[in-house]
């Protein structure tokens, strides 16, 4: 097998994982490209209302995520969150 085969595999088993985990959660999938590093991820993603922004970001601090996206705004808030 390839490397670049393996990869594909491996990538489409992630994804698995995330769609397995939103669909207990929620149900909702995002992708982002992280430029800094030029990664691509796709996340189980939870939406917050908002004017829950303080909580949101919270609850990102809680459970190790890179960023908090700010959907009304496209605007990216990455770690460390101020």
């Known amino acids: 097998m390839t490397k670049n085969r393996f990869c594909v595999i491996l990538w489409l088993c992630l994804l698995a994982l995330v769609i397995t985990h939103a669909k207990a959660n929620?149900?909702?999938?995002?992708?982002?490209?992280?430029?800094?590093?030029?990664?691509?991820?796709?996340?189980?993603?939870?939406?917050?209302?908002?004017?829950?922004?303080?909580?949101?970001?919270?609850?990102?601090?809680?459970?190790?995520?890179?960023?908090?996206?700010v959907l009304s705004k496209q605007l990216i808030i990455k770690q460390p969150f101020e």
């Open 26 to 69: 929620r149900n909702h999938v995002g992708g982002w490209l992280d430029t800094d590093n030029g990664s691509y991820y796709f996340d189980s993603v939870r939406i917050f209302p908002e004017d829950s922004l303080e909580y949101a970001i919270q609850f990102g601090r809680e459970n190790g995520q890179i960023a908090v996206f």
